[in-house]
């Protein structure tokens, strides 16, 4: 039984002209997809303007530790609760003026809530449904005294 070859066709500019479109269309589309991504996921910015924002940073930063308060948070996926429990230096619950808590993904806002807290035994707590995975919180919290409290933490919640 013979073999018989097939002859090779050449390499022509017009092969090495699609080659390149199709690799650099594939890589050009890629990034215009993640781009379009993270432009349309984009939450928002934490502050106007860093620089405003850094020139009083160090001083909230004193003030709030100066308060020498113990701020602990805990979700409970089994009873969908949010808690959150202020102390202050000799472990005393610390009674709050006002409390917004903004919770959402880290990565878009559209889970975004600001869920209503009550305080029972010294705890706040609020009724929330969070799916698993990585959420931020952003506590802001003023005492009695108007004694400003700030705060952004990552919570991690697993089922």
């Not at 990585?134 to 705060?151: C, H, L, S, T």
């Amino acid at each position: 039984m013979a073999v018989t070859e097939k002859p090779v066709r050449p390499l022509t500019g017009w092969h090495v002209l699609a080659m390149f479109v199709a690799f650099f269309g594939v890589i050009i589309a890629v990034n215009a997809g993640l781009a379009w991504k993270a432009i349309s996921t984009f939450p928002g910015l934490e502050v106007d303007n860093g620089y405003i924002a850094s020139q009083s940073f160090d001083a909230e930063r004193s003030a709030q530790q100066a308060l020498n308060w113990t701020f602990v948070h805990g979700y409970d996926a089994g009873a969908n609760e949010l808690r959150l429990t202020f102390t202050d230096a000799e472990g005393r619950s610390v009674a709050l003026a006002t409390l917004n808590v903004l919770v959402g993904r880290t990565s878009e806002s559209s889970d975004d809530l600001r869920p209503d807290f009550t305080l029972k035994d010294g705890v706040y707590a609020a009724p929330v449904t969070l799916a698993q995975g990585k959420w931020m919180m952003m506590v802001e919290a003023r005492g009695i005294d108007g004694a400003p409290f700030r705060q952004r933490i990552d919570l991690y919640v697993s089922r």
